[in-house]
């Protein structure tokens, strides 16, 4: 029997079937151990289109293009599209999406909680032979979050790749509470006449409707290559423990608005979010799911994980901005691909990062 939170996962990604649980996600699952450690590891034989949670080309050319479409650059546009033209060449030449992603959860935010990189070596040198022809990645890597790994993956030689602003909160309690906009969302959620709580036992109608409010708000209005969780995958993350469903009711206990908090290592994130976008935006469903987060976790006494977008929203309620990367490791293959890797890594470093850091993305 499974007796990590990271065994019950795999074994039910193992048990459904991967597309069963994230629709736009066909990696093969596998559990590594090493010592008291245990992650878990997709493999993707090199497929375009996945989210993004898997695949590396999806992360930076199809999401940013959806990204540019919501942005609407102007005359900038253009531009923008030769750039993501001439990335997408690279990274199907060197065939990124042929990947193992070490500690993968499939969600946007891995929380690597107290692995500080021990055993990476041999974890390495260990996938290296098992999959020859494959990149080696680790998502979600940021000196906030887990500052241990990320120089232990510096000090294994891993090249890293600037993947994202995140938006951040060390203190929750002295930085979220007291603003203005915090007090604005509390009196939101009360006006609202909503019942909120955690979901201890979500019913059938519930998983459906939670995966249902999530689609609407990530898949619909930003980006089909966010990763789709079906309800199984809401039923399956409750009962092993991966994910805390805090959830907003109407009076006929409809679901509204919901957060779904993952936590590890005293931080806290939100993968899934999502709120009935039919309704009227001066209900503030958006600003009740991000408060019931931002409560919760702040209750727990963790540090809290905002991810990535809304930074003007964010930075208003006490969050600031740290630069995440994503770690490939290319020494086992062969010289033109390990030049691609090197030939990506300057660029993104050039020119992303300082956009990133510039704009507030």
Known sequence: MPTTLAASYVARLAADGTRNLVTNAASLMLLLRSGAVDLPVSVDDG????????????????????EIALLGLGRMRLAADAVLRTLSGLLRSMRLNRAVHLDNWLLSTNLHGCWDGAGLAGMRQLLADRFPDHFLIIRSLDPWTCPALLDAVRHDGWTLLP?????????????????????????????????????????????????DLYRQLYVGRYSAINPIFTPDFIQAAAAIGLLTFLVARDGQGQIMAFSALRSAGGVGTVPLMGYDMTRPQGEGLYRIASYMAADTAMRAGLRFHGSAGAGEFKRSRGAHGVIEYMAVDARHLSAPRRAGLALLAAGLNAFMKPMLERNGW
């Open 47 to 66: 497929t375009l289109g996945h989210s993004y949670v898997t695949s590396p080309h999806s992360a930076y050319v199809l999401y940013a293009r959806d």
């Open 163 to 211: 993947a994202r602003q995140v938006w951040v909160t060390d203190d929750l309690a002295g930085q979220w509470l007291p603003r203005g906009q915090t007090r604005a969302d509390a009196k939101a959620l009360r006006r609202s006449g909503l019942h909120t709580g955690r979901a201890d036992a979500l019913t059938e109608r519930d998983c459906a409707r939670i995966a």
